[in-house]
């Protein structure tokens, strides 16, 4: 059974990105227009059974079913979402770099490939 975050905000806006040093997990941290914090989380790719199931994409700490309709509206998020690092030891364009590693790695047969192993 996969674990559904309750609800996928209609939008969100990004205050930080980065690359945690584990094997590659991509994590962005953001606020919905209710105030509410949320974050969207690649787990490393390197190595079985640490911090999660490796490549997978995560939705509030929880895991998205691929190709499922809940990571369609993730992915929808996503491209529609906003940056804004003024209160943030991140910039802006590290938070842009981040975003698009991680929608394009969910859009790829990588991330497929992944599911696989």
Known sequence: MWPFPKRIPKNITF???????????????GKA??????EVRINQRM???????PGRLCFDGRLVKPRSQLER???ELLHRSGIDTSD??????????????????????????????
């Open 73 to 75: 509206q993730i992915l």
């Open 47 to 53: 190595f079985s059974g640490r911090r999660g199931k």
């Open 88 to 117: 943030s030891p991140c910039s802006d364009k590290k938070v842009k770099r981040v975003l698009g590693r991680i929608i394009g790695f969910v859009g790829s047969e990588d991330y497929l490939k992944h599911m696989q192993q």
């Open 15 to 29: 205050n930080f990105g980065g690359e945690l040093w584990d094997g590659g997990t991509l994590i962005l941290y």
């Open 33 to 38: 227009s209710n105030g509410r914090q949320h």
